[in-house]
Nanobody, 127 residues
Framework: QVQLIESGGGLVQAGGSLRLSCAMS????????MYWFRQAPGKEREFVSA????????DYKDSVKGRFTISRDNARNTVYLQMNSLKPEDTAVYYC????????????????????WGQGTQVTVSS
């Protein structure tokens, strides 16, 4: 059984930093592209960042470019999202997802077809 477990969320003041982790168990992380999405209360889930299977390609939502950095450690079966200069509008539940089909070429438009999703971790940024 494959599981994705997110951690690292919490409450932080505006301008602060958090690092989210997403650990995969039951499979090999290098077989998947990895994605971060988020969902704020009353809003639809939205793409945040993605990384291909080996970490040679990444993508970001425009509003987080220059502030967030996605990375992965395939040896540890873990993907990370370093979030700096956080803003109140970053407040949301953050989810990681794994997708085998897009492992070479990131494709955040096929989120409903991803193989696995984590349970989410809450990020709250106070002003």
């Amino acid at each position: 059984q494959v599981q994705l477990i997110e951690s690292g969320g919490g409450l932080v003041q505006a301008g602060g930093s958090l690092r989210l982790s997403c650990a995969m168990s039951g499979s090999t992380l290098s077989s998947y592209a990895m994605y971060w999405f988020r969902q704020a209360p009353g809003k639809e889930r939205e793409f945040v960042s993605a990384i291909n299977w080996i970490g040679s390609a990444t993508d970001y939502k425009d509003s987080v470019k220059g502030r967030f950095t996605i990375s992965r450690d395939n040896a540890r079966n873990t993907v990370y999202l370093q979030m700096n200069s956080l803003k109140p509008e970053d407040t949301a539940v953050y989810y990681c997802a794994a997708d085998r089909s897009s492992r070479y070429v990131i494709d955040y438009s096929r989120e409903n077809e991803y193989d696995y999703w984590g349970q989410g971790t809450q990020v709250t940024v106070s002003s």
